[in-house]
């Protein structure tokens, strides 16, 4: 790509020949070469101007930056205002423009982004429009799994892979827009064909973040100054605030009566090992029955945001329903599919609010008893331990103890922690440092009716220790010792 093209929409300061050919953009100067231009990303903690000689070194002879940079006069050195909106830009022209090629939902909101991002890739899937998914998990198209940093990547990740997506043949993705990712320009360029908001509650405000809650709220706002169309949470009160400040054709959903898109009824449904929740709804007026095979209440409000979306895509209700009767949202309130008289569960929930969530998820199912295992990841404070400890203590019938990413703590330490805890809760404890042998022995001593909960991991493939990532799958160590049970029974 020429230079010209490169730079079209950027306003920059320098000279450089606008015919010079450039194959590819670089901000960590490890990946800079010969044929790439450098861009200096001034960040919270490391500021990329101080690694443009590292950048020279590797080849690169161009640079785009905010302020002087230490490299030898034949470089080539251009300047803006931010090189980070500049970055997106690039990105944009780099890639093509890739929202012109494939429509793009975006899901922002303080919870629920995950989950509602899969939902909506369940349902288009199924409508027969093949969608790509960007967010906390990952990104994801076709049989491609591609792992991301953050929960919307930098605008030179996030156009390559809608650009990889497009390509590849799908008509849409559903990405998760954080609200720092907008104030980080992640998603300038961007054209949203739809744009979704689930709820707002304090968060992300602090050193690095937001300085506010309204600067977070207002940020949360401006993904709406850039779609074609808006899905907004009726029972939410911000959605009010989005409705009157944004141009756009708008819909609403939930429980409040005038919903466009309206649940009349979320009852949860319990069926063997199966937990999810089965709803009556309105369409636009329209009767709307379904199963989701989801637990918990708040999921149903997310499905019907995705209803929402997939019929301004034109799917059937049909396709919907069945869409929604079989969606599995990875780590995230996934109930994993045991066959046993038992269910279990396996949730990303590391913090106290988000394990008292699917801990009561759960307990509001019929049950026989309920049981947590989970763990702590290494260099936290000890309010988080004690705020496990006090959750689960509280509310399950027992606690299995065990490793979360200790990094270069003694696990045995960290448990020791929870566990007073757990037992000041007036709950009772085991403890097994070693995840996959606790997995063993929570399925050992399962009963009909329990509901096992593995926290803490969800997605993740992978144990933090000591500096290394190990590998780690806790759905293998649950089919594994499930296959072991099975042959022992065929052998006996």
């Avoid at 044929?35 to 020279?56: E, P, Q, W």
């Avoid at 141009?247 to 069926?271: H, I, M, N, V, W």
Wanted: overall charge negative.
């Amino acid at each position: 790509m020429q230079l010209q093209e490169l730079l079209n929409g950027v306003a920059v300061t320098g000279s450089y020949d606008p015919l010079l050919d450039i194959a590819d953009v670089a901000y960590d100067s490890r990946k800079a070469n010969e044929s790439t231009m450098f861009v200096c990303l001034s960040g919270a903690r490391t500021d990329g101007h101080i690694f443009a000689k590292n950048a020279y070194d590797t080849g690169c002879r161009l640079f785009l930056c905010e302020k002087p940079i230490d490299v030898p006069a034949d470089a080539t050195v251009l300047f803006c205002a931010d090189t980070r909106a500049s970055l997106a830009v690039l990105s944009c022209n780099l890639f093509r423009h890739p929202c012109r090629d494939i429509r793009v939902v975006g899901i922002t909101g303080t919870k629920g982004k995950t989950t509602t991002a899969h939902i909506v890739k369940a349902v288009l899937d199924r409508a027969g429009i093949p969608t790509g998914i960007i967010g906390t998990v990952g990104a994801a198209f076709g049989n491609t799994v591609l792992p991301t940093v953050n929960t919307t990547p930098e605008s030179y990740e996030l156009q390559k892979l809608l650009r990889m997506m497009a390509d590849a043949g799908c008509k849409a993705a559903a990405i998760e827009v954080s609200s720092l990712g907008l104030k980080f320009h992640r998603v300038d360029g961007l054209q949203f064909d739809t744009a979704v908001f689930t709820n707002l509650s304090p968060d992300h405000i602090g050193t690095n973040e937001h300085d506010t809650f309204e600067e977070y709220a207002d940020w949360k706002k401006q993904l709406f100054f850039h779609c074609g169309f808006a899905v907004l949470n009726a029972d939410d009160p911000f959605s009010g605030t989005i409705a009157e400040a944004c141009p756009c054709e708008k819909a609403t959903y939930g429980f409040t009566e005038g919903a466009d898109y309206r649940l009349l009824s979320a009852d949860r449904s319990k069926q063997g090992h199966r937990l999810g929740v089965q709803c009556k709804a309105l369409l636009r007026g329209a009767p709307f029955s379904f199963f989701l095979s989801l637990p918990g209440v708040v999921n149903a409000s997310n499905a019907m945001a995705a209803a929402a979306v997939a019929k301004h895509f034109g799917a059937a209700d049909e396709t919907i329903a069945a869409a929604l009767a079989t969606v599995r949202v990875k780590g995230r309130g996934e109930v994993v599919e045991t066959h046993t008289p038992y269910s279990v569960i396996i949730d990303y929930a590391h913090n106290g609010v988000s394990l008292k969530s699917i801990i009561e998820t759960a307990r509001a199912y019929d049950h026989n008893r309920i049981i947590a295992l989970y763990g702590s990841v290494g260099s936290r404070t000890e309010i988080r331990r004690k705020e496990l400890g006090l959750v689960s203590g509280a509310l399950c019938d027992l606690s299995i103890l065990t490793s979360d990413d200790p990094e270069f703590e003694d696990p045995a330490q960290i448990i020791a922690e929870i566990a007073r805890y757990v037992e000041a809760a007036g709950g009772k404890h085991v403890d097994i440092p070693d995840r996959a042998e606790a997995i063993r022995y929570a399925l050992s001593i399962a009963e009909p009716g329990d509901i096992l909960i593995f926290a803490g991991k969800g997605h993740e493939a992978f144990m933090k220790v000591k500096g290394e990532k190990l590998p780690f799958s806790e759905k293998e160590v649950i089919f594994d010792f499930l296959a072991e049970q099975e042959n022992r029974k065929t052998r006996e």
